[in-house]
């Protein structure tokens, strides 16, 4: 798997703010470790199995972060030939992609307010992805700036993680994607990540 990650925390950068509401009708934060049966609240979780059992998964009491937003879609437009020519495949080899993110906050607050732990914490990441067998397959990581107000208001960063795959046409993207997507969540779950 590629695995790559920047840093998005420019004075004029987007900020995660937890809890978010979109307007009406249009989706809110739903706090999953206080509520975990609310996963019907969430339509991408509703659509897209995937992301059902990473949100299970990431908002277990064991797990390091919380999820805070996410989202899946088909790729189209620039996204497409541009991972193509990351992933060093052709239009040939892979016309159809599929991709999602997830907005990840650490549950510990001395990892949460410091952007060099996270630092740490997003290349070991890259770095246990990379030795993943998805060569379909890529992870994108940006941290960002974050402003959590659930028990009391605490600046500090998020990391949103990205998981795009390629395939031979929309089916075997998807399945690809699926595939990276349940890897990266067993390494955000696993020893090997906890204790490096």
């Known amino acids: 798997m590629l695995a790559d990650w920047s840093a998005e925390c420019a004075d004029d950068d987007p900020v995660l703010v937890v809890p978010w509401t979109a307007g009406p009708g249009m989706g809110a934060f739903v706090?999953?470790?206080e509520n975990p049966y609310d996963l019907d609240h969430i339509?991408?979780?509703?659509?897209h199995p995937p992301i059902l059992q990473a949100l299970r998964a990431l908002n277990a009491p064991r797990s390091p972060v919380f999820t805070a937003k996410c989202d899946a879609w088909v790729l189209a437009g620039e996204e497409l030939p541009s991972l193509r020519l990351e992933l060093d495949l052709t239009s040939e080899q892979a016309p159809d992609g599929f991709a999602s993110y997830i907005d990840l906050v650490w549950r510990e607050r001395a990892i949460f307010v410091s952007a060099h732990q996270q630092e740490q914490?997003?290349?070991r990441?890259?770095?246990l992805a990379e030795s993943l067998d998805a060569p379909y397959a890529a992870l994108e990581g940006i941290l960002r700036p974050a402003f959590v107000d659930?028990?009391?208001p605490?600046?500090?960063f998020a990391a949103s993680l990205y998981v795009k795959a390629l395939g031979t046409d929309a089916p075997h993207a998807y399945e690809n994607w699926s595939r990276a997507l349940e890897s990266v969540t067993t390494l955000l779950?696993?020893?090997e990540f906890a204790s490096s």
Do not use: K, M, N, V
């Open 154 to 156: 605490q600046e500090g």
């Open 189 to 191: 779950r696993g020893r």
């Open 31 to 33: 706090d999953l470790r």
């Open 121 to 123: 914490r997003l290349t």
């Open 125 to 127: 990441l890259c770095r």
């Open 43 to 47: 339509p991408e979780a509703e659509q």
């Open 150 to 152: 659930l028990t009391g």
